[in-house]
């Protein structure tokens, strides 16, 4: 049995209570975290804000911090086939999938933001407009404080460095509460934080649920909040985060549309979309749960995806051969099943899955792949986040008609476009609503370049990129004159008796 504790002020630390850890394709208990409350938060906030006023961290170049994200990465490229498979038997992710998205993926972004250094080294300077000789802007980007973070279960140490990276490069620290239900690539996180010698107080892991998480959010002395979750939870947190006037960045829900025009090849659709609502059991934010489908192509689209569908293997996530893996929890595939059976009763058709599976080991929470066709939008499989291994499928008579339904949804985080025609594809992604958006692909990712910035419901301000790492700063807008000459200041008219 595994016992996962607090990582705070560059120590582990216990804390009361206990939350059960189990491995998704099994349901078997391998470990437990605490239940933290809100004294351990105040613990881990105080020794974050100590680091920030009174440690070096801040005050570190930004190059430094840079060769420490670099560290971080080391020191977890040490234990890689060991987190691995924990990762495997932590998140259900399968053992083709886990190697690259949710180990080999983050180190090699603790890299990329390493080299994002430069965009913080040097202010921005630009002279007077008025009169250039009179004296000189700067425009300085300085960390924000403190910041809280939460991250979710599905990419557990992934996210963690998507939050956790930008923020320590632009010199703040950090309390992460990850979610309870895998914890294991939070602890091997602050495993390297002590490898490459952060700092203590730089990074604190406090584990726990809904009482760690409102007072991290309410608590005075954090500075930003930083969290990827559920539209429901995130917009609680907005709220409550006003309270305290703090900045937030929330990357939230999505119900992505696959747009395929008429010129679409489908085989490469086809795969492409199955890959994205199938991925790590649908358990993704961006996954394009939606294939909106012309008229005169859907029958051919809907043999297709029964074939290609029917041919998943779902199984333990250990088994190479499995392409679909269980989903994280018995409450999980409870919510998602009541979903199917929702879409079915309201006249969806499902042409795979829709029912329990079989032959899969009992007590692994397994979901069917599921593939529902001959609805419309309103219908709950096409309305809801369901966050499983389920695909929507959406007749539409023109291209207009297409652009009106995947834009009839409250979110607007990814989209795809399918389609030969690139000129086309890129008109339609242009006017379909989404932060993300492919044409012929999925799933591409660039944290150096491209940020990710939901729209509507799906999330307010911006992760990755330039845009990406400045939420994580404050500006400063500085100005220094050249010259002492009063004559050319306004208020060298006023108060001419002064003379």
Known sequence: MRAFSNFIDGRWVEAPGVIPVDDPSTGEVFGHVPDSG??????????????????????????DRAEALRRLASALEQSFDTLVDDLVADTGATARFCPMLQVGAPMAHLRDFAEMAHLLEEPEAFPLQANPGLGQWELHREPVGVVGAFTPYNFPLFMCVWKVAPALLAGNTVVLKPSPLTPVGPDALAAAAIAAELPPGVLNIVHGDRVAGEALVAHPAVDLISFTGSTAVGTRIMAAAAATAKEVVLELGGKSPAVVLPDADAELAVRGTLFSSMMHAGQACVATTRMLVPDARYDEFVELLAERAGALQLGPAAEFTTDVGPVISAAARTRIEKIVAASIEQGGRAIVGGQPPTGVPEGGYYVSPTVIVDIDNRNPAAAEEIFGPVLSVIRYSDVDDAVRIANDTPYGLAAAVWGTDLVRAREVALRVRGGLTWINDVAQADVMRTPLAGKGMSGVGQENGRDGLFAYTKTRSLFTALDTNLDVRAYGVVGSEWE
């Open 38 to 63: 809100a004294e351990v938060i105040d613990s881990a906030v105080a020794a974050a804000r100590r680091a920030f006023d009174e440690g070096p961290w801040s005050r570190w170049s930004v190059r």
